[in-house]
């Protein structure tokens, strides 16, 4: 079983549309948790980080589910600009290490 | 400020050629990494720095080597490059080695071992 999954996609939706991505953690004892978005033939850039809580920031909500070991990721009015490769990353230990997921992909049609 | 660089972008080798990757950071930052990152698979590291001379192994070290003689330089060699080494490498520093820092992460390099 790989320490972090996610669908790969793509999810191809309308403009305006909702979407959300979820990520699964194998490791209960994991610490911090992140949303990186990578653009096509780009780097990765860090797009939220989620805390237990729950966190939003603008049109983007983060989750975690701790019992269930997932995190979520939902953006609501999709824009054109918002398809990328979403990525999730979950650091095991409390330290430096990032174990990244393999990404999921989205595509928004206008 | 140019952030997290990476010289070359493009690189075609032959089996058994070697090369190194460069990267510069200028955020005075004490952590570098070094990631590979392949179809179908997320990022996975290949070495990693914790400060000026030091360097330590990742989840695939195999068939790489890092030197970091400077604060901002952290350099990734090929020995005798394989096509399983085909791949794009991206470099990544953080402010110190916390897990909530974010990574910022330089444009990446292709190469392609034929």
């Known amino acids: 079983r790989k320490e972090v999954e996610q669908d790969p996609g793509p999810f191809n939706v309308p403009e305006g549309a909702t979407v959300a991505f979820n990520c699964t953690y194998s490791?209960?004892?994991?610490?911090?948790f992140f949303w990186y978005r990578q653009d096509c033939r780009k780097e990765p850039k860090l797009l939220m980080s989620?805390?237990?809580s729950g966190n939003e920031d603008g049109r983007f909500t983060a989750q975690l589910n701790r019992a269930s070991q997932y995190i979520s990721l939902l953006i609501r009015d999709s824009k054109l600009s918002d398809s990328a490769t979403y990525l999730c990353v979950v650091n095991m230990d409390s330290s430096y290490k990032l174990i990244f997921g393999s990404g999921t992909r989205l595509l928004v049609r206008p | 400020n140019a952030g997290v660089t990476q010289t070359p972008k493009f690189r075609v080798l032959k089996t058994g050629q070697s090369m190194t990757l460069l990267c510069a950071q200028d955020?005075?930052?004490?952590?570098m990494y070094w990631y590979r990152q392949d179809p179908g698979m997320g990022l996975r590291l290949i070495h990693y720095?914790?400060?000026?001379?030091?360097?330590a192994k990742g989840e695939v070290p195999d068939g790489y080597n890092v030197s970091r003689l400077k604060k901002q330089n952290f350099l990734l060699g090929l020995e005798s490059a394989a096509p399983s080494q085909t791949s794009v490498y991206f470099c990544?520093?953080?402010?110190?080695?916390?897990?909530?820092?974010?990574?910022?992460f330089g444009p990446g390099t292709r190469l392609t071992v034929l």
């Open positions: 990544a520093s953080t402010p110190l080695g916390g897990a909530t820092d974010t990574q910022y």
């Open positions: 720095s914790v400060g000026e001379g030091t360097t």
């Open positions: 955020m005075n930052h004490e952590y």
């Open positions: 490791n209960s004892a994991s610490q911090s």
């Open positions: 989620v805390y237990s």
